[in-house]
């Protein structure tokens, strides 16, 4: 006979549905960062063109290698091209942390790279200080705060004690952010940085222009030829670009290089932002070292303060549609919503009156290592990178130094790495990967209500190296 399933902490304190429906009631389904950020807009291309190096995609990736290259040679012609607008995507959607972690924490580095773990470390950390120094005279709310690891069921707490940082106790995570729910936490005061996402992706275009850098938004790229020798040819429908070199930064769209297509698959992260709280209202909860947070199950939540006095709570949900297909329609789903906004209200119930202003979703572009892999072709003309999992923030600027390393022929720490010399083990075709990912996201889901015990099917995955124990 197997044990009843047990529920976690968020569904025995869960709000009346009458608080969750006046929490949503006048939701609007919009992206609240692109609304609060007004960016520039860029020219389509209106004939064919011609650059040393053209950058596909006007993502974080994209735009840190267009700029770090022409911080490289100032005399280098490079060209941006982007389908939709600048920070659209992930860039302008995700929940603004920015982590020096490469590795997607430390369990996952040194399970994968034992031998390089300890130089990953460094080159993160030494990532993310060169990433607050660029940033340094940018308005894009660059904010140095840690992040507080929290535990919210008790077999949790046994994995704060593997963890670096400061660890609290549940009075003095409390003192913190108070929450009934959290049982004891860890402070990473150092590793972590919060920023405003699309303020970064428009800041970054900006800075990037006035280096020199060409931009074109609304021109996507459809293929490319790339002769034996000579330029590469990118075809779009706007016209034809040559590029001596293109760097590939394409996030979780369909690559253009058939070798990386089945390197990665999107799954729909779910985000909501409450209104500005009131005062008495941030006083309730605290919040005054503004950390970002997170929880510790496997389907975690992250949460995070904004400069105007809102919360942002993601997170939970994690949804993969057959095909790997990425589509609009995806982003709307109120099940995911209403999850959310039932676990913030049992997370703060003394905010049982706040409304939520913006629910929105975005794409992930997800690889079984869990961390970007990175790749040189065509006889050194492409490079691209993809697979960030959702920590690309921070590790892109890492990414577009790889990128630009390998496409100028040079052997550093970066390019020795085994993690950016190996590729991640590819997903399999449909209908065997769409399986896979339900099986995978039922069996986390069930470790959570088990107190964190796997199942022989997660265990197994796990052992091959598929990122599920991250």
Known sequence: MTSPTRSTAYERSAPAASLVDAALRDTRKAVFWLED?????????????????????????????????????????????????????????????????LTHGETNGRDRWPDEYDLL???????????????????????????????????????????DGRRLSADEVRAEIDSPLFLGGVWEEHSSALVHPAKLARELARAAAEAGVRIVEHTRVEDLDVPRTGPVTLRTARGTITARQVALATNVFPALLARARHLTIPVYDYVLMTEPLTAEQRASIGWTHRQGLGDLANQFHYSRPTRDGRILYGGYDAIYHFGRRVRPEY????????????????????????????????????????????????????????????????????????????????????????????????????????????????????????????????????????????
């Open 121 to 163: 470390d460094r080159l993160g950390r030494e990532n993310l200080d060169a990433f607050e120094a660029d940033v340094r005279d940018l308005d894009v709310e660059f904010e140095r705060t840690g992040e507080l690891s929290v535990a919210v069921d008790e077999h949790q707490l046994a994995w704060l004690d593997e963890m």
């Open 331 to 470: 982003e709307d789903r109120p099940a995911s919503f209403r999850t959310l906004a039932s676990h913030f209200l049992a997370t703060f119930p003394q905010l049982e009156d706040v409304r939520f202003s913006h629910a929105w979703a975005g794409a992930i572009d997800t690889c079984t290592q869990f961390v970007a892999f990175h790749g040189l072709a065509r006889r050194g003309r492409i490079a691209y990178a993809a697979g960030f999992t959702g920590l690309g923030v921070g590790a892109t600027r890492f990414a577009a130094e790889v990128m630009l390393d390998r496409l100028a022929g040079l052997q550093t720490e970066r390019t020795q790495l085994t993690m950016v010399r190996r590729k991640p083990i590819p997903f399999p075709p449909e209908p065997v990967l769409s399986a896979g990912v339900q099986v995978m996201r039922r069996g986390l889901d069930r470790a959570d209500h088990r107190q964190g015990r796997r199942g022989p099917v997660i265990r197994a995955l796990d052992a091959v190296g598929l990122g599920f124990d991250s």
């Open 37 to 101: 950020a007004p960016g520039a807009a860029w020219p389509a291309l209106t004939a064919s063109a011609s650059a040393d190096l053209v950058v596909v995609g006007g993502g974080y990736c994209g735009l840190w290698t267009a700029l770090l290259a022409k911080r490289r040679d100032p005399d280098r012609d490079v060209l941006l091209v982007e389908a939709e607008t600048i920070g659209w995507a992930a860039s302008g959607r995700n929940g603004g942390f920015c982590e020096a972690s």
